[in-house]
């Protein structure tokens, strides 16, 4: 191997360090802070320059797409959980469980589904892997005749959203909190107890104006 080979190996073989050091790094910093937190903390952390992570991200939804696109393997390892539970209801509450779990411990899946605005390719993928994932859990329990008629995945996505709130207020006195209010849901959503709803699901069309506006809405409070 001649020199100039030798280092441009070299390079590369540190650019990559950099890279997946700047990946872990994020994934802690956005984990407690949120998806707004600060690049220079980030770049700081992974003992690199601000100028070496815009080499490697060029822009925040870059790096927060790299830091998710490790995280759809944590649902998808809940979902092969749920799958292999014969139960269609444990199933299902085990999986509402795990899901909400992996949420209460890292801010930046919150963010994900609620702030970050479509259209990253990679992140709207990964949106539509845990969709299926969702409906599939949803399905099961319906067919076995435990989940309440007509609930839908629109409903699902309400009641991970209902969470939110809960998760950051109790977060510092009592973090599991949120557990509690799970479980008095699911009490709510078995079929024996189910009552007529007067209101329909939204539609698709309504569930996505209903996310633009929820981040609108955060959006305006950050700035004010």
């Known amino acids: 191997m001649s020199v100039i080979a030798g ?16 990946v872990a790094t994020a994934r ?6 949120g998806a707004e937190a600060s690049l220079e903390e980030i770049a700081r ?28 393997g944590d649902f998808a390892a809940i979902a092969e959980r749920a799958d292999a539970e014969p ?44 969709r299926r994932l969702f409906g599939q859990v949803l399905e099961r329990a319906r067919a076995g005749g435990q989940l309440r008629p007509g609930f839908t995945l629109a409903d699902l996505s309400l009641l991970f959203w209902s969470f939110g709130p809960v998760i950051d207020a109790t977060a510092e006195v009592a973090p599991n909190a949120w557990r509690r209010h799970l479980h008095v849901l699911l009490d709510g959503l078995r079929s024996s107890s189910a009552t007529p709803q007067s209101e329909p699901s939204l539609t698709d069309d309504e569930l996505t104006a209903a996310m633009q506006a929820l981040r609108a809405q955060r959006t305006a409070r950050r700035r004010s």
């Open 45 to 72: 952390r992974a003992g690199v320059g601000i100028g070496t992570l815009y080499r490697h991200f060029a822009t925040r939804e870059a790096l927060v797409e790299a830091v998710f696109e490790r995280r759809i």
């Open 7 to 22: 280092e441009q190996k070299g390079r590369r073989s540190h650019a990559r360090r950099n890279h997946e050091a700047l």
């Open 28 to 33: 802690e910093v956005f984990a407690e802070r």
């Open 87 to 130: 139960d269609p209801w444990l199933a299902f509450t085990g999986f509402l469980e795990g899901t909400l779990e992996l949420q209460a411990g890292d801010r930046l899946l919150k963010d994900v589904f609620l702030r970050l605005p479509p259209g990253t390719r990679r992140v709207e993928s990964a949106r539509e892997e845990l």
